[in-house]
């Protein structure tokens, strides 16, 4: 069950910054951390962005996120072509008592 | 090397039962809550299960209750999902994801395994 919105694909040119929106609720975003996660093609996801705006180490600091009310954002700037990638949000769901996971979002380096 | 392994998927009619495993290494398991992710053939990722580092807190995707069973044997460095009762729409990749931290609420997937394949068909 889906119960975070993300726009289904974003694209942009080699060195300019995309923005990810992940738009949920005050069960889950608006009183939650938020994380993000990468999954390249083919193989499985990988942690991007915990705590809405911590970065694991090793996460090069072109990836951003952030949050206001029941919104959250991802930022990747300076875009590369290994940045190719499905991207989804996630976050606990006090309601459901459980996790809930953004639709995913393909970002596609023109 | 951190790491965690699924095994255990096949395919499987429906109505038949499966038990999934995942073996972690290079970390101290039981300071960790522990979960399960699947992720449908073309599809978003939805998580199923987790438990926490001491097994006092479990819950599960709705779609799920009644059916699955997540469990863990610290001793083993092992974390369990038993899906009896499965359906064709419980067709997926299923991951085992370490946590960040040792309780459920607002924890972070920060390891992920390569997945088991579950195929629910007839």
């Known amino acids: 069950q889906s119960v975070l919105t993300q726009p289904p694909s974003v694209s942009g040119t080699p060195g300019q910054t995309v923005t990810i929106s992940c738009s949920g609720s005050?069960?889950?975003?608006?009183?939650?951390?938020v994380n993000w996660y990468q999954q390249l093609p083919g193989t499985a996801p990988k942690l991007l962005i915990y705590?809405?705006?911590q970065r694991p180490s090793g996460v090069p600091d072109r990836f951003s996120g952030s949050n206001s009310g029941t919104s959250a954002s991802l930022a990747i700037s300076g875009l590369q072509s290994e940045d190719e990638a499905d991207y989804s949000c996630?976050?606990?769901?006090?309601?459901?008592?459980?996790?809930?996971f953004g639709t995913g979002t393909k970002v596609t380096v023109l | 090397e951190v790491q965690v392994v699924e095994s255990g998927g096949g395919l499987v009619q429906p109505g038949r039962s499966l038990r999934l495993s995942c073996a972690a290494s290079g970390f101290t398991f039981d300071d960790s809550a522990m979960h399960w992710v699947r992720q449908a053939p073309g599809k978003g990722l939805e998580w199923v299960s987790g438990?926490?580092?001491?097994?006092?807190?479990?819950d599960y995707v709705d779609s799920v209750k009644g059916r699955f069973t997540i469990s863990r044997d610290n001793a083993r460095n092992s974390l369990y999902l038993q899906m009896n009762s499965l359906r064709p729409e419980d067709t997926a990749l299923y991951y085992c994801?370490?946590?960040?931290?040792?309780?459920?609420?607002?924890?972070?997937?920060?390891?992920w395994g390569q997945g088991t394949m579950v195929t629910v068909s007839s």
């Open positions: 005050s069960s889950n975003i608006g009183s939650n951390n």
């Open positions: 994801a370490k946590g960040a931290w040792q309780y459920l609420a607002n924890d972070a997937f920060d390891v």
């Open positions: 438990i926490s580092w001491n097994s006092g807190h479990i």
């Open positions: 996630a976050a606990w769901d006090d309601s459901l008592n459980g996790y809930v």
């Open positions: 705590g809405n705006s």
